[in-house]
């Protein structure tokens, strides 16, 4: 008997919706073309786990700490999407994180994540789900927030080592997801004989974000103004009147 796959529904999660489930990428490419980069984000999360384990670092009148938590999830849910729908499998050894020494030694050098030397986002996100569930990341999100916005209510080392494993993972993940944007899909090692056929894809857009309509009215601005300069320049120089191509005789009636 085959095990059919449990359909992934909007109400399983807390923030994606019903056509980012049907195309991951309108919201990866959102998210890295018009809400950050990789490096600011990663940054992002850095300041968000350090503020968790230490709330004395939260900043919160100058971070917003409850915002970068929510595009966490985000972010998390869209790895869980992938992560179900090319079926990935979990992982023995999810922690092992370097197989060789050019492994680490691209780590150490380059800042990149890699994995029997290759760059490989699905390996980055199975590993994400084979350390735990995502319920457990919803949990551990929650305990990052409670702690960085309301240091009153917690206590100080709530999550112990793991606060270690919480910080590379999600670093790693950020990285997997920009490698996704970047190579235009997600990446995937299979026999030669195999032929890929995309399931349905959703063909709409991704509403933009208030960040994603300043850029795209700023850019449609700037090329309203070097419209106008072009036309400015053309006036100048042929007084307002058409050019005339030279290698076309006119014959006058």
């Given amino acids: 008997m085959k095990n059919k796959q449990k359909k992934l529904k909007a109400e399983n999660f807390r923030y994606i919706k019903k056509q980012v489930i ?39 009148g100058v971070v917003d700490s409850g915002y970068y938590c929510k595009q966490l999830i985000e972010q998390v849910e869209v790895a869980y999407i992938i992560y179900k729908q090319c079926g990935l499998k979990k992982q023995q050894e999810p922690l092992v994180f370097f197989r060789k020494r050019d492994d680490y030694y691209a780590y150490s050098s380059r800042g990149e994540y890699s994995f029997n030397g290759q760059i490989n986002p699905s390996d980055t996100i199975s590993r994400f789900f084979s350390f735990q569930s995502l319920q457990k990341w919803y949990d551990t999100f929650d305990d990052m927030m409670l702690s960085s916005t309301h240091p009153e209510t917690i206590y100080y ?18 990285q997997a997801m920009y490698v996704i944007h970047r190579e235009g899909g997600l990446p995937l090692q299979v026999p030669s004989y195999v032929i890929a056929q995309p399931t349905d894809a959703f063909e709409g857009k991704m509403p933009r974000t208030k960040l994603g309509e300043l850029v795209h009215s700023i850019i449609d601005k700037q090329q309203a103004e070097e419209a106008a300069e072009l036309e400015l320049v053309f006036e100048k120089a042929y007084g307002g009147a058409k050019p005339v191509n030279k290698d076309v005789e006119v014959i006058e009636q």
């Fill in 22 to 60: 049907k195309n991951p990428m309108m919201y990866i490419d959102d998210f890295f073309k018009h809400q950050t980069s990789v490096d600011h984000w990663m940054r992002d999360i850095s300041h968000m786990v350090n503020a968790s384990a230490y709330p004395e670092m939260a900043s919160p």
């Fill in 157 to 174: 080392d709530q999550f112990g080592s793991k606060i270690a494993v919480f910080h590379e993972l999600l670093l790693r993940l950020a």
